[in-house]
């Protein structure tokens, strides 16, 4: 059977090679330059206070010079970054993932597998149900048994295949900014750049949220499904009444599963507004097919200015609401009147009727 776990296994192997490689790249490559603003910084600093032009207590000055070490300690040492911030926010993730799931599982991949297992093995008492009657005799209570099958697998595929795709998603994004992240720490050092520090604080919270959410959803789908199972009455397996209990266990798990998928979409957006971030928020697959919908709608029926037939004016409507006032070189009565306008000049539409009226 598909399991989550270990292909997450693999990747998140990949992604932890990644980070150790690209991290400590970047450490090596930034590190002669910190350290020398740095020491120029602190020299600077003693001719100033040498010479007289910054009079503050020993104490401020103390501040700060703990504030740089404690940056550049953290920033610039690889085996300080790795423990301090990367498996500091892995193990956020993992922890609230498994407390979520009430220690059942030892890290999200394990809640997945959990969820498609027992909505998979639901499917299966099903199909064996369907297998356990004939065609011939009972082909109602067959097609029952095997309609909720499909039904139950398909809508159980659906939601761990969506929250799968979004926490591997945010891992390989964690893994990317875990990868960058020494180079933002170090803008906390400089009071001009220290916002790009907090927007990439805010993207790893974001992200780690997206994971714990998604096992929130996964622990949720869970309970559902054994709460399903409970109520079936699998003893008249072979009866029209069992198929009939279980076509509709089998229809009300499926609508709960589709409101259940709309609460996992919007998870990246409750992620990002908890967080602070935005990345992940703009993949809403409801968001993006409103603004489809709204780009068709345009194309359809867009909006432009036109001439009103009746009065003259300018008018700016939608190509359905020209046609339906007759602004429209369809109406013959318009299109003699834009002939006519086209002929003797824009400004004398009404010249005509003027004339007449005198």
């Known amino acids: 059977m598909l399991s989550f776990e270990s292909a997450g296994t693999s990747i998140d192997g990949a992604l932890d090679a990644f980070v150790s490689t690209t991290s400590s790249n970047m450490i090596t490559g930034i590190g002669g330059l910190v350290l020398a603003g740095v020491t120029l910084y602190f020299t600077v600093y003693g001719y ?27 920033a610039l040492g690889v085996g300080s970054y790795q423990s301090n911030i990367v498996d500091s926010f892995r193990g956020l993730e993992s922890g609230l993932s498994t407390i979520v799931q ?6 999200v991949y394990q809640i997945l597998d959990n969820t ?26 067959v097609a029952g048994w095997f309609l909720t099958g499909l039904i ?25 900014l875990f990868g960058i ?6 803008c906390l050092l400089f009071p001009p750049v220290v916002r790009f520090f907090d927007a990439w604080a805010g993207q790893v919270i974001t992200y780690t949220l997206v994971i714990v959410l998604m096992a929130t959803a996964m622990a949720f789908a869970l309970k559902i499904f054994n709460g399903t199972v409970s109520q079936i009455d699998f003893n008249a397996a072979t009866s029209e009444a ?4 279980m076509v509709s266990a089998g229809f009300e798990l499926l609508a709960i599963v589709l409101a259940l998928m709309i609460v996992v979409f919007q998870i990246p957006t409750i992620a990002a507004a908890l967080g602070g971030g935005f990345g992940l928020s703009m993949l809403n697959p409801l968001r993006a097919t409103t603004t489809a919908a709204r780009g068709l709608r345009n194309l359809v029926n867009p909006i432009s200015v036109r001439r009103d037939m009746k009065t003259g004016h300018m008018e700016s409507a939608s190509r359905m609401q020209h ?21 003797t000049g824009w400004g004398g539409w009404n010249k005509r009727d003027h004339e007449k009226e005198g």
């Open 242 to 245: 069992g198929s009939l209990n």
């Open 116 to 141: 498609l297992r027992e909505g998979l093995l639901l499917a299966q008492k099903a199909f064996e149900n369907a297998n356990n009657s004939s065609v011939m005799t009972a082909f109602g209570t």
């Open 102 to 107: 009430n220690g059942s599982a030892s890290n």
């Open 323 to 343: 046609m339906r006032s007759g602004n429209t070189v369809s109406n013959p009565a318009y299109s003699r009147r834009l002939y006519e306008n086209l002929r």
């Open 48 to 74: 100033m206070v040498m010479f007289g032009h910054i009079q503050e207590p020993f104490f401020e000055f103390l501040k700060k010079a703990g504030k740089i070490l404690l940056v550049v300690s953290l």
């Open 152 to 176: 139950i697998s398909l809508a159980t595929l659906m939601i761990t295949a969506v929250a799968a795709g979004y926490i591997i998603l945010a891992k390989v994004a964690l893994s990317m």
């Open 181 to 186: 992240g020494p180079i933002f720490i170090m």
